[in-house]
């Protein structure tokens, strides 16, 4: 499947996931980044222009969730025109948390563990 290469910022704090995901992103050819917690990928995301923030919602030091809100505000800070797509990652029953994620301002969720297609729906 042909697709275009994008910069990826996966914040995740446990390193099982991380391999899991790097290893289903680089098969597409993608750009990825790590941040251990939510702290880290706010700044990441100061420092680097991405296309999509694969967001875990329970991590050390910030959460996926204040991670997404402090994202949002320096988006609308900066008068972006271009808001970066920010998908939750989670093991948890979606049902549970998807109005936080949607309140928090991300633009959807996939489970884990990944499955391929909805990594490729996100990707596409």
């Known amino acids: 499947m ?4 994008k910069r990826i910022l996966l914040a995740e704090d446990n390193a099982i996931n991380q391999k899991v995901a790097l ?4 098969k597409y050819d993608q750009s990825i ?3 251990d917690n939510g702290r880290i990928a706010v ?4 420092q680097y222009n991405y296309d999509l923030v694969l967001m875990d919602l329970h991590m050390p030091e910030l959460d996926g969730f204040e991670a997404t809100m402090q994202i949002r505000e320096i988006e609308n800070k900066e008068k972006r ?3 970066v797509k920010i998908y939750a990652m989670t093991a948890s029953s979606i049902s549970d948390e998807s109005e936080r994620c949607y309140a928090a301002g991300m633009d959807g969720y996939i489970s884990k563990p990944f ?3 909805e990594v490729i729906n996100v990707l596409t």
């Open 2 to 5: 042909e697709m275009n290469k």
């Open 23 to 26: 290893l289903m992103l680089k």
């Open 33 to 35: 980044d790590i941040a």
């Open 43 to 46: 700044e990441k995301f100061l």
């Open 81 to 83: 025109e271009t808001k």
């Open 115 to 117: 499955k391929a297609e």
